[in-house]
Antibody, heavy 117, light 107 residues
Framework: QVQLVESGGGVVQPGRSLRLSCAAS????????MHWVRQAPGKGLEWVAV????????YYVDSVQGRFTVSRDNSNNTLFLQMNSLKTEDTAVYYC??????????WGQGTLVTVSS | EIVMTQSPATLSVSPGQRATLSCRAS??????VAWYQRRPGQGPRLLIY???IRASGVPDRFSGSGSGTQFILTISSLQSEDFAVYYC?????????FGQGTNVEIK
């Protein structure tokens, strides 16, 4: 079955960087767009970024544009999120998810990122 | 961006009863709406897409309806495993956005 396993979360100071990974299995990774969605404490879900199946197109929510970069390694079925210039408001559980048509078919369990001095 | 507003924020329902959850879009999203369930400690699970199509493996007690700006998720007879938080989401134009969630709790 589909498995999405996020890693790389942790505690980081404001202004620093962090790189999240998502290992995918159980489906043909190269056929699906991949997404990062986050949930801040006590808040709702927020779409962060999406990358096309072949890695040629990326979209970001305005609040992370220019600071976060999504990428993928189709040879190793892995999705990444490079997060630079982190802010306290980036504190959240980050989920990776797969979906080609706008809705998200499968999600990981999430990894917690805490930005705090 | 399109704002998705869910109501109520919390819904208290007895097991076996019907639950009706609402989602309103700030502008038309045609039928491009999905619903997700999130249980504590788990990632969200896709329930419904294109307003009314159940995802694979989703029980038929879950149904979706609506179009344009008004959408409904109905759970016909609540089971113990259905007590969770439910989110609507549109995918009409970027950025895709979620509602703030409805917490379905045991009455």
């Amino acid at each position: 079955q589909v498995q999405l396993v996020e890693s790389g979360g942790g505690v980081v100071q404001p202004g620093r960087s962090l790189r999240l990974s998502c290992a995918a299995s159980g489906f043909t990774f190269t056929r699906f767009a991949m997404h990062w969605v986050r949930q801040a404490p006590g808040k709702g879900l927020e779409w962060v970024a999406v990358i096309s199946f072949d890695g040629t197109k990326e979209y970001y929510v305005d609040s992370v544009q220019g600071r976060f970069t999504v990428s993928r390694d189709n040879s190793n079925n892995t999705l990444f999120l490079q997060m630079n210039s982190l802010k306290t408001e980036d504190t959240a559980v980050y989920y990776c998810a797969q979906g080609q048509s706008g809705y998200l078919d499968d999600w990981g369990q999430g990894t917690l990122v805490t930005v705090s001095s | 961006e399109i704002v998705m507003t869910q109501s109520p924020a919390t819904l208290s329902v007895s097991p076996g009863q019907r639950a009706t959850l609402s989602c309103r879009a700030s502008q038309t999203v045609t039928s491009n709406v999905a619903w997700y369930q999130r249980r504590p400690g788990q990632g969200p699970r896709l329930l419904i897409y294109h307003t009314s199509i159940r995802a694979s493996g989703v029980p038929d007690r879950f149904s979706g309806s609506g179009s344009g700006t008004q959408f409904i998720l109905t759970i016909s007879s609540l089971q113990s495993e259905d007590f969770a938080v439910y989110y609507c989401q549109h995918y009409h134009t970027w950025p895709w956005t979620f509602g703030q969630g409805t917490n379905v709790e045991i009455k």
